[in-house]
């Protein structure tokens, strides 16, 4: 699922499965559902 973190009043949306961190909620539940759960080959 996908975790809200709070950063200087700013809110990040950090996919519990990879890590990876989104800026909004949206792209964070856009990239869950095709997330396979390692750390992507996309991610840096
Ligand atoms: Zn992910």
New binding site residues.
């Given amino acids: 699922m996908v975790a809200a973190t709070q950063v200087e009043q700013t809110t990040w949306y950090r ?6 961190v989104l800026a909004t909620k949206l792209d964070a539940e856009q ?2 559902e095709w ?3 390692d750390l ?1 080959s996309y ?1 840096w």
């Fill in positions: 996919c519990e499965k990879c890590g990876l990239h869950e997330c396979a759960g992507p991610c």
